[in-house]
C-alpha cells in the first residue's frame, strides 16, 4: 500500500514523501518534494549560518522545495532562546517570500513558537513534525487555523490530544524510523477517533494533496 510521509530523512521507494535534505543539500536533486531548514538544535549562531542561508534562499525557489524546515524551538538546544528566535525568524521570512508552508520542530516550546508566528503574521500552513504536546497545548493551537499536526509512531503513543483534531489537520510521517510501519499507525489512529482505515488514509492523502501537490 501507498502512504504520504510528510516528513522523513530517508528516500523511499514506495511512499510519496517530503524529505528534510537539511544535512545534505544534493539529496534535493534526486527529491519529488523536499523541505530544507536549520534543526533549532545546531550549535551554529545565525552570524555562522550565513553561507548556508544563502544556499537556502536559493533552494527554496526551486518548485520541488515544499516547505522550509524543520526549524523552530528546543529546549534543549545549545542556543540562547534569543539566538533560536533570530535563527527561526531568518526561516519564517523565507517561507514567506517564497509562499512556502512551515515543518516545526518544537520541544517544549511551544508558546514561542506561536509567539514568533503571530510576531511574524506567518499564515501559510503550519505542520508541527513529531507531534506529541499535551491536550491544553492542542486546544491552543488548534486555534490557529493554519495549524496542522503530524505524527510518528513513537510520537503518537499515549495520545490523548487527538480525538480533537479534525482529520483534515492530521499527518503521518517517518522522521528517523525509515522502517515506520504505515498501515499500524494510520489504524492507530482510526481506532483512537473511532472511525475506519480508509478514513483516515484517505483524509490524509488529501491533506498532503492540498499542501503540497498544488504547484
Ligand atoms: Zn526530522
Known sequence: MHFTDVHTHFFNAFNTFVIDVSDDFTKALKADFFSVGVHPRTEKTLEDLEDIFLALNLLAQEKNCVAIGECGFDKFSPLSLSEQEKIFKTQILIAQRFSKPLIIHCVRLYNEVIRVLKKTNFTLPVIFHGYNADIQTTKNLL????????????SLTGEKSLPEIPLERIFVESDTNEKTNF????KKIADIKNTGFDEIKTGIDKNFERLFCQF
Open 183 to 186: 498501515a499500524s499507525l494510520i
Open 143 to 154: 486555534k490557529y487555523p493554519n495549524i496542522n499536526f503530524s505524527f510518528t509512531e513513537k
